[in-house]
């Protein structure tokens, strides 16, 4: 009774392991047309950081604060009348962080 138990379950996995696979064939154009409108969606789809939201971060790895690495905000942008600042120095983790403000007025502008 095992020996033939054995035997179909060894026919059984056999048989499924023989059945053909289907694949889908890739085309390549379709598949750089699909990756061309995505793109050029969330291009179109960014939006304005909040005041809240970083829109960089500077990170730095040594005491003296020099910084290796710069990281863009790839979900929003800073608006009108607003540049990408630093605005806090997060020591936990290494890294300036950068927030949209208004641009800081020249002290040339302010002297009478």
């Not at 983790?93 to 403000?101: E, K, L």
Request: net charge negative; with cysteine.
């Amino acid at each position: 009774m095992k020996r033939e138990l054995l035997i179909l379950l060894a026919a059984i996995t056999f048989s499924a392991a023989m059945v053909p696979k289907l694949r889908r064939a890739v085309n390549m154009d379709e598949d750089e047309e699909f990756l061309k409108s995505v793109s050029s969606t969330s291009e179109k789809s960014k939006e304005i950081c909040m005041p809240q939201t970083p829109c960089a971060w500077s990170i730095y790895k040594s005491r003296q604060k020099i910084i290796d690495t710069q990281i863009t905000n790839t979900y929003c942008h800073c608006g009108n009348g607003t540049t990408c600042q630093i605005n806090e120095d997060d020591a936990n983790v290494g890294a300036f962080i950068h927030r949209c403000r208004p641009p800081a007025e020249n002290d040339e502008n302010t002297e009478s």
